[in-house]
């Protein structure tokens, strides 16, 4: 078994595996970002391995471990990618309370960000792919980190995650986007990733000012049509959203508070990707 | 040697040595702690000392993070120290927090950086029901439904089957004494009774000094896993250091573990901490509590047990004989807790029921 180390934007990842699809897709989808391992400092030690004996001929599964521990169940092992893909965003929204941690999309337009939150199925991460194919700067596709003490934004770059019809509009939409390869049956359905465009890798040290907060609903037919919204309900709902919104007490509050007052906020409902991208920026000439 | 492996209880001994720590020291010591819940101990260690300007920029951020947990179970701990408060308050009956809760109600040094998951109180047998029914009325409720469960608590254990708050999620083990009634070392409860301490500005009571510590050592050396079971020697080298220069404390300790029947879980404690942390046990107490500890306790099997298994639960500290030990310990624990005669068809039943429930599923 072979350990590597993954720089994803703050945090330092050492991941030790001998799985054939997770060596290939780190490949692909961090590139410039997997390195041999080092004796230093790691964020996080993530183990991905297979069981021994029976398990490995007969409907074979891949165990995650965190630092010697199991936090989940084991998956059938043509899901030991996304696993890690979880798995490592597991590890982040539970330890780094440095920041308060919004479940969003996030991505940036001359270091200005805009949130995309919502739950599950509203869009955001394929609209977050979309974007980042039309020259906005992928910050994350479901974890916001919002530094407690200067408000800023802090960029992971990772691999934007979709699910099912989702990953043949955006293969249409973005053709020369580069794929991960698909797993079906997962508990999402089928799913893949995306990796994030070279610029965005590239400035994955630099922070984004939090400008515009932008929920995003999708309905079929729909015309795409921004309204504005409201700070009290926006907070409120971001504070749901939020994985450490809680434990983080007053300093989640005040850093949450200082986020939602300092954007613009709006409901976005749409049903073609095409429409939405001069509807945003026109929205970021304002 | 294993304890050198062991790299949370050379900085809980020796803070200054993290002067000298490479990142891959670091990034041990923030493993280990982690797994057995002391990274925020060590960070306020650190604070005291005034060395956190030493401590790397991206490992004072898992300090920071710890210690913003550590910070919401504290305030989410004030939050049931009253609802427990009000749910008892008509009864008129002497409540004692135990354990964690009773280190931070007697503002004590183990309080420092501990972790609060569940609270543990003590009420007298007697009241037991009336203690039950006053907190199911403000939202607690008991867990372990099933019939068998609630019989082996009620019949034998020495608490009710814990109870979760029904909004919060906050776990309360209401127990009427420190060791189950099938234990052949149980203690008198009236004895614990007799000994309390009132917190002051509260109704609360909390065991005295000398028997924290008992309770602190018994609960340890009675325990299945050993999980956090450096967190609770450090606990125990806390209470000790603090307690030391208090007026005739080891006096006091060993007659009240001659009363409690706790002279071997002391003998444990002291041994441990004194080989693990280095706390300073006076020579005299050595030689008279000596005298009472049968030869098996004292034998090198038992500290070839206990090394291991008091060290963190992390890949850095295991060998080839820490699973076994862990099992081993894990027996003993069953054994210490009940007769052969109850033990076994306790555990023939409980296979069962684990065997059923796959089934189910």
Not at chain 2, 162 to 190: A, F
Not at chain 2, 331 to 354: D, E, F, G, N
Request: contains cysteine; charged residues 20%; glycine residues 2%.
């Amino acid at each position: 078994m072979n350990s590597y180390s993954i720089k994803t934007g703050p945090f330092l990842t050492c991941i030790t595996t001998s799985i054939p699809s997770v060596i290939d897709s780190l490949s692909l989808l961090y590139p410039g970002m997997v390195t041999e391992y080092q004796e230093i400092f790691y964020d996080f030690h993530i183990k991905l391995s297979t069981p021994h004996a029976l398990r490995r001929w007969i409907r074979p599964q891949v165990i995650f471990f965190f630092d010697g521990k199991l936090p989940f169940k084991p998956l059938p092992l043509t899901q030991a990618y996304p696993m890690f893909e979880w798995g490592l965003n597991w590890c982040i929204s539970q330890h780094a309370h440095q920041y308060l941690i919004i479940h969003a999309a996030v991505v940036a337009n001359y270091d200005k960000a805009l949130l995309l939150p919502g739950q599950p199925g509203a869009g955001k991460s394929t609209l977050c792919a979309a974007l980042v194919h039309r020259g906005w700067r992928l910050l994350s596709d479901e974890l916001t980190l919002v530094s407690l003490s200067s408000g800023l934004i802090t960029p992971l770059a990772r691999p934007v995650c979709l699910k099912n019809e989702s990953i043949d509009v955006i293969r249409q939409f973005a053709p020369d986007a580069v794929f991960g390869s698909i797993v079906h049956d997962t508990v999402k359905g089928s799913v893949t990733h995306v990796k994030a465009p070279d610029e965005s890798i590239e400035r994955v040290d630099q922070s984004a000012l939090p400008t515009w907060i932008v929920f995003p609903s999708y309905q079929i037919d729909s015309d795409c049509v921004i309204s504005d919204r409201k700070k009290g309900q926006t907070f409120m709902d971001l504070a749901k959203l939020s994985f450490n919104y809680n434990l983080l007490a007053f300093d989640g509050f005040n850093a949450l508070n200082r986020l939602v007052v300092g954007c613009r906020c709006f409901d976005l409902r749409y049903s073609q990707l095409d429409e939405i991208i001069p509807a945003l920026d026109c929205l970021v000439a304002k | 040697m294993v304890l050198t492996k062991n790299r949370v209880a050379q900085v809980l001994k020796n803070p200054y040595l993290i002067q000298s720590f490479s990142l891959q020291d670091w990034d041990l010591l923030i493993r280990q702690a982690r797994q057995t819940a002391l990274l925020v101990r060590i960070y306020r260690l650190l604070q005291e000392h005034d060395l956190c300007d030493t401590v790397p920029c991206r490992v004072m951020n898992h300090f920071v993070a710890a210690d913003a947990y550590a910070k919401k179970l504290n305030a989410s701990l004030d939050w049931d120290f009253r609802s427990i408060a009000k749910a008892l308050a008509e009864l008129s009956i002497p409540v004692v927090f135990l354990k964690g809760a009773a280190y931070r109600l007697a503002s004590n040094r183990t309080a420092l950086g501990r972790l609060f998951s569940d609270i543990d109180i003590l009420v007298p047998f007697r009241e037991l029901s009336a203690v039950e029914n006053a907190l199911k009325k403000h939202s607690w409720v008991v867990t372990h439904q099933n019939e068998y469960d609630q019989r082996y608590y009620r019949e034998w254990m020495h608490e009710l089957p814990p109870m979760i708050h029904l909004k919060r999620q906050t776990t309360l083990d209401v127990h009427h004494n420190i060791l189950p009634k099938t234990c052949s070392k149980c203690p008198e409860p009236s004895r614990l009774f007799s000994n309390l301490v009132k917190v002051d500005q509260t109704s609360f009571w909390i065991l005295s000094p000398e028997d924290r510590v008992l309770h602190s050592a018994t609960h340890l050396f009675h325990e299945s896993e050993f999980k956090y079971g450096l967190r609770d020697i450090s606990d125990i080298d806390l209470l000790l250091s603090e307690f030391t220069d208090t007026d005739k404390f080891w006096t006091k300790l060993l007659r009240r573990a001659d009363e409690l029947n706790q002279q071997i879980p002391l003998f444990y404690a002291l041994r441990y901490a004194s080989k693990i942390l280095d706390t300073p046990v006076p020579d005299h107490i050595w030689i008279l509590l000596d005298k009472n500890i049968p030869w098996r306790i004292k034998s090198g099997m038992m500290d070839f047990l206990f090394i291991r298994a008091l060290m963190p639960d992390h890949l850095s500290c295991d060998d080839r004989w820490t699973s076994l030990v862990r099992w081993l310990l894990f027996v003993r624990s069953h054994w210490l807790k009940m007769p052969l005669k109850l033990l076994l068809p306790h555990l023939i039943k409980k296979s069962y029921q684990r065997f059923k429930n796959r089934q189910a599923k």
